[in-house]
């Protein structure tokens, strides 16, 4: 089946830091693959996807690029800001299974002034 | 534009008490619906899905049920509450069709069982 494991958390940074968190999946077939994003004691809201190879996904200065070949999907952003403390789960979905995705555990991120 | 609505937001309710969380999706027809548990600090967990009006398939075997008595609509329940059922509650929603799509949340609703 499938599945997604990202890095673990919590990652913590300082303002203007580069950023990378880790994701990788296992599926079958050609899935699609989302970063979604959950602010404190909010619902997740979509951050970007990418539904082919080699695609690139970006969204308020954050990206991430569709590497089949590495089964990857790793998000970055070049200078963090204090508002970009939240949770990130990666996810990917298929078309052929009602449209369920599967998630990652989530990566919590802070970033300090 | 569409919106998902849940509520309450927030429920505190006894071991052993019942439940009902109410999902309602606006601006969209025939939509794919989902219920998913985030324990604390913990990633999410796909409770129960939907395709259709009355068309419920569950994920994992539990004291909870799901229902879809509108195309719009999705009720979670129980009949009993367990401690173990508390965490945030999220319920989300996605187009049905033949490419995967963006799933969209809710607001989520955070249940305490005491």
């Known amino acids: 089946g499938n599945s997604v494991t990202q890095m673990e958390g919590p990652v913590t940074l300082s303002e203007e830091a580069f950023l990378t968190i880790n994701c990788t999946y296992t599926?079958?077939?050609?899935?699609?693959l989302f970063w979604y994003v959950q602010y404190p004691g909010e619902g997740l809201q979509l951050l970007l996807k990418?539904?082919?190879?080699?695609d690139k996904g970006s969204n308020k200065g954050f990206e991430a690029t569709y590497r089949k070949e590495t089964t990857s999907f790793h998000l970055e952003k070049g200078s963090v800001q204090v508002s970009d403390s939240a949770v990130y789960f990666c996810?990917?979905?298929?078309?052929?299974?009602?449209?369920?995705?599967?998630f990652g555990d989530g990566t919590t991120l802070t970033v300090k002034p | 534009s569409q919106t998902i609505h849940q509520w309450p937001a927030t429920l505190v309710q006894p071991v052993g008490s019942p439940l009902s969380l109410e999902c309602t999706v606006e601006?969209?027809?025939?939509?794919?619906l989902y219920w998913y548990r985030q324990a604390a600090g913990r990633g999410l967990q796909l409770l129960f899905y939907?395709?259709?009006?009355?068309?419920i398939s569950s994920e994992v075997p539990q004291n909870l049920s799901a229902s879809r008595p509108q195309d719009r609509q999705f009720i979670l329940s129980s009949k009993k509450l367990l401690l173990s059922d508390s965490g945030f509650y999220l319920c989300?929603?996605?187009?049905?069709?033949?490419?995967?799509?963006?799933?969209?949340f809710g607001p989520g609703t955070r249940l305490t069982v005491l």
């Open positions: 601006g969209t027809s025939n939509p794919n």
């Open positions: 996810a990917l979905s298929d078309n052929t299974n009602a449209g369920k995705s599967t």
């Open positions: 989300a929603w996605s187009r049905v069709s033949g490419a995967a799509d963006t799933q969209y």
């Open positions: 990418a539904t082919k190879a080699d």
């Open positions: 939907s395709v259709g009006i009355g068309q």
């Open positions: 599926a079958t077939g050609y899935p699609s």
